[in-house]
C-alpha cells in the first residue's frame, strides 16, 4: 500500500515537473562535473551492489556503471555511488540525483511511461523462483501442491505466487512475513516447504541457511523480471552510452575478447572485432556515440566482457554460484543479445 | 478542670537488640529472593532460565565464536563450504572485526579517516570537561563545545577549506552519522524547544499560536513522515542540480522533530512551577527575561531532567529511520553489510545486529546513568 502511495506520489510530482526534465543532457552534465553519479542497491541483494569491508564497490550492476565511466571518460573510477532503498530510488533518479540507475530494478511499461525513465538495455534477467528442501524430493514447482510457502507480504511476489497456484489449479498455504529477514528464519526453522521470493534472491538466501546444499532452487520461474538500467525520459543520447556500455559487455563476450586479451585482439584479423575495439582508422562509432574511439577497450579492460563479470559477481566465480540460464549469450539458449556493432 | 490520665509511661523502653544479620549476604538473599513463596518461585524460575540459557550465550558469543578470518568461509561449518565442524553456531566476530571501519565510518574515505578521528578526539575532549561539575570555565567550555565545535567539524568532516579534500555527505555512515544527527539534534532541541515551551505559554496570542500550530504539527507526524517528505519529495519542488544536501535536510528534520517533543517536556515543567514563583518575580520586578532564566527555568528544567534525557535517548536510537532515506547509520550499515557476498553466513546478520546493539545500549546506558548522576545533584532541595 505504502509502495504505491508513492508511486502515485512520484507519478504526479514528475507529471507536474516533467517540463524542467525533458530537455536534459545528461551526457554534458557528467562530462562537466567529470564523473558519473550512479544509484546502486545498498543492502538486500547480494551479487549485485554490495560494498566490501574496503569501502569497495561490487556487482554485476555496480559493473554497468564502471563500464558507462569507463565509456565516456576512459576510466572506471570516475564513478560515484549513491546506495539506496526502494522506496527512493525513483525519486533519487527524477531529482537528478543520480544520473543512472542500476539497481535491480524491473523494466516495466508502468516504470517506463508513467514514472518517465527509459529502459533498453536488460543486464539481468530475473524471475521469480521457488526453493524447497532436497528432502521433500520435490522436481517441479508443479509437484507444490498443497504446501505450505514462505513469501514476503506486499509484494508482487505474493500476488504472483497466487495467479501461478490458481491457474495450474493448486492449492498451498501462504506463510506471510512483513521483513525478508523473517521470512528467511522461518524457512530455515522449518516453517514451510518452499520459499518464494527472485530467483537471484534465492541464491543469496540460501546462502544463509544453516545447510545451503539441503535445499535446491526449482527449475520453473513463474514471473518476468527484466533488470536493466533506468534513465531519465527523453535523453537519448545518454540511453544510448548506458544501453550500449552493456551490449559492449556482451558483444564483447561473444567475440571472446577477454579484459586478459582484449589488447591482442586490436591486431585481430576480423573486421567486425577492429571495428568494435575502434582500431579501424575511419570509424566513427565512437563519436557518434559521444564517446571516446577506444570506448569498447576500456570498457573490457575495467570490468571484463558480460560473461566475466557475471561470472565474478553472481556466478561460479562468487559464492552465489547462479547459473547463466537466461543471461546465458543468445548462441547458448540465453537472452543475452547484443545488436550489430557497425 | 480534672484531669483523668489514664496511662503515663514512666521508664524506658529496654532496647532491643540490633538486627543481627541485616548486613549479611544471607540475610539480604533472603529478604530480596526469597521473602515470600510466590517471591521464592519466581527466583527459582529467573535462577533455572538463567542457568539454562546463559552458558548457552556465552558459549555462543564467546567461547563457539570466530575471532579471525578474512572472509565468510571463516564462520563456515564443513557442510556450508567451511572447516568447522557440522552443527556449529557462534558469532562470527570475525566479520565485525573485517566490517569494523565501515560500521565506524560508512565509506569515508580510508586515507582521510585521521578527520574523523580528530573530530572524535575534540568531541571528547570538549565533553568529559564540561560533564564534570568540578570543571571550572563551563561558559568557555560550553562555547566551543556547542558552537566552535560544530564549526571545525563542519570543516574537517566536509572538506574542501584548507586545502582539505571535500568529502560529500554520501560518503558518511555508520556510527559516525548516527553520533552527528543525535548530538545536533540534542544540541538544537533544547534551546528550540525551550523557546517554543515559552511561547507556547507566552499571553500574546499569534506567537502562542504559532508555537502551538508547530508543536502539534510535528508531533502529529511520525518522524518516518518528516523525513521522506524532506528527502522523496522536496527534491522533486526544487530545481534538478539545486538539491539541499540530504545530510543536511535529515539533520533540519530531526532537529524540528526533536523540538517539538523537547518542547512539551519543557512545558511540563514550567506548569510545575507554583505560581507564587512568578508573583515573586513580579514583585522583585524582574522583566521577563530574568524572571525565566533566574526563577523559573531554572527551577522547570530540574524537574524535567528525566524527561529530557528521555526524549536524547528516544531521539538517538531513532537516527536508525534515516536508512529509509538511504542515509546510513550505525543500523543501517550493518544491515546493508548483510548483502556482502562475502560474508554471508547463517550467522553474520544476527552477530551484527548484535554488536549494534551493545554500541547502541553502551550510549543510551552511559545517558541515563548521566541522567541519574544530574538528578541526585541537583535534588538537594527534594530530597525525601
Request: with cysteine; proline share 4%; aromatic share 10%.
Amino acid at each position: 500500500m505504502a509502495k504505491k502511495i508513492v508511486t502515485a506520489l512520484v507519478g504526479a510530482a514528475v507529471l507536474g515537473f516533467g517540463a524542467t526534465a525533458s530537455q536534459a543532457d545528461t551526457l554534458s552534465d557528467v562530462k562537466a562535473k567529470g564523473f558519473v553519479q550512479c544509484g546502486v542497491n545498498g543492502s538486500n541483494l547480494a551479487g549485485f551492489g554490495a560494498q566490501d569491508s574496503q569501502g569497495n564497490w561490487a556487482g554485476l550492476d555496480v559493473d554497468l556503471c564502471k563500464a558507462v565511466a569507463a565509456a565516456v571518460f576512459g576510466d572506471a573510477t570516475k564513478v560515484k555511488f549513491t546506495p539506496l532503498s526502494a522506496k527512493d530510488r525513483f525519486p533519487a533518479l527524477q531529482s537528478g540525483e543520480i544520473d543512472l540507475l542500476a539497481r535491480n530494478t524491473t523494466w516495466s511499461i508502468s516504470r517506463d511511461t508513467q514514472l518517465g525513465f527509459d529502459f533498453r538495455a536488460v543486464n539481468y534477467y530475473d524471475g521469480q523462483g521457488f526453493m524447497v528442501k532436497k528432502e521433500l524430493g520435490v522436481k517441479s514447482a508443479l509437484e507444490l501442491s498443497g504446501a505450505s510457502v514462505c513469501v514476503q507480504s506486499g509484494t508482487t511476489t505474493e500476488l504472483n505466487l497466487a495467479d501461478y497456484f490458481r491457474s495450474n489449479n493448486m492449492d498451498f498455504k501462504p506463510v506471510v512475513f512483513e521483513a525478508q529477514d523473517e521470512a528467511d528464519a522461518a524457512y530455515n526453522a522449518g516453517r514451510c516447504d518452499a520459499y518464494t521470493t527472485d530467483a537471484s534472491g534465492l541464491y543469496s538466501i540460501r546462502l544463509k541457511m544453516a545447510n545451503p546444499d539441503d535445499h535446491m532452487v526449482l527449475p520453473e520461474i513463474i514471473s518476468k523480471e527484466p533488470l536493466g538500467p533506468a534513465v531519465r525520459q527523453n535523453d537519448s543520447k545518454w540511453l544510448d552510452i548506458v544501453s550500449w556500455a552493456h551490449y559492449a559487455m556482451v558483444a564483447a563476450e561473444e567475440f571472446g575478447i577477454t579484459q586478459a586479451n582484449v589488447e591482442e585482439m586490436k591486431t585481430s584479423a576480423n573486421p567486425d572485432i577492429k571495428r568494435f575495439l575502434g582500431e579501424e582508422a575511419d570509424s566513427t562509432i565512437g563519436a557518434d556515440l559521444g564517446v571516446p574511439k577506444d570506448w569498447a577497450v576500456q570498457i573490457i579492460k575495467a570490468v571484463g566482457n558480460y560473461g566475466e563479470s557475471f561470472e565474478r559477481n553472481v556466478g561460479e566465480g562468487s559464492p552465489l554460484k547462479i547459473a547463466r540460464g537466461l543471461n546465458a549469450q543468445w548462441t547458448k539458449g540465453g537472452l543475452q543479445y547484443a545488436p550489430p556493432i557497425r | 478542670m480534672s484531669q483523668s490520665i489514664t496511662y503515663v509511661r514512666d521508664g524506658f523502653i529496654e532496647a532491643e537488640k540490633p538486627p543481627t544479620s541485616d548486613s549479611s549476604a544471607f540475610a539480604w538473599i533472603r529478604h530480596n529472593l526469597f521473602a515470600s513463596w510466590k517471591d521464592s518461585l519466581l527466583t527459582v524460575i529467573a535462577l533455572a532460565v538463567l542457568v539454562y540459557y546463559l552458558p548457552k550465550a556465552i558459549d555462543w558469543l564467546f567461547v563457539s565464536a570466530v575471532w579471525t578470518g578474512t572472509d565468510r568461509t571463516a564462520c563456515l561449518t564443513t557442510d556450508q563450504g567451511g572447516q568447522l565442524p557440522a552443527g556449529w553456531s557462534g558469532a562470527c566476530w570475525a566479520y565485525v572485526n573485517d566490517r569494523f571501519v565501515q560500521f565506524m565510518f560508512g565509506s569515508y574515505p580510508r586515507d582521510q579517516l585521521w578527520r574523523p578521528l580528530l573530530v572524535a578526539g575534540l568531541f571528547v575532549a570538549l565533553l568529559v570537561p564540561f560533564l564534570i561539575p568540578r570543571v571550572p570555565r563551563k561558559g568557555l567550555n560550553a562555547l566551543l563545545l556547542l558552537v566552535a565545535l560544530p564549526l571545525v567539524a563542519y570543516v574537517l568532516l566536509l572538506g574542501g577549506y584548507f586545502g582539505l579534500r571535500h568529502v560529500e555527505t554520501s560518503l558518511w555512515g555508520g556510527l559516525m552519522v548516527t553520533l552527528i544527527i543525535s548530538f545536533v539534534g540534542i544540541v538544537m532541541s533544547l534551546p528550540i524547544g525551550i523557546l517554543l515551551a515559552l511561547g507556547r505559554r507566552s499571553s500574546m496570542p499569534i506567537l502562542k499560536m504559532v508555537c502551538i500550530g508547530f508543536i502539534e504539527l510535528i508531533r502529529g507526524v511520525p518522524l518516518i513522515t518528516v523525513l521522506f517528505m524532506a528527502s522523496v519529495l522536496l527534491p522533486l519542488f526544487l530545481e534538478p542540480g539545486n538539491n539541499i544536501d540530504k545530510f543536511l535536510r535529515a539533520l533540519i528534520g530531526v532537529s524540528i522533530f526533536a523540538s517539538a517533543y523537547m518542547a512539551e517536556v519543557i512545558r511540563g515543567g514550567l506548569q510545575a512551577i507554583p505560581k507564587g514563583q512568578y508573583e515573586a518575580a513580579d514583585a522583585l520586578g524582574l522583566n521577563y527575561f530574568h524572571k525565566m532564566t533566574f526563577i523559573v527555568l531554572p527551577q522547570a528544567i530540574k524537574l524535567v531532567i528525566p524527561g529530557i534525557v528521555n526524549t536524547f535517548i528516544g531521539m538517538f536510537k531513532d537516527t536508525s529511520l534515516v536508512t529509509i532515506i538511504s542515509m546510513y547509520d550505525l543500523l543501517g550499515i550493518v544491515k546493508a553489510s548483510f548483502g556482502d557476498s562475502g560474508w554471508i553466513t547463517p550467522v553474520t546478520p544476527l552477530t551484527g545486529l548484535i554488536f549494534a546493539g551493545f554500541v547502541f545500549w553502551i550510549f543510551c546506558f552511559g545517558m541515563s546513568r548521566y541522567s541519574a548522576f544530574v538528578e541526585r545533584r541537583l535534588d538537594k532541595g527534594h530530597k525525601r
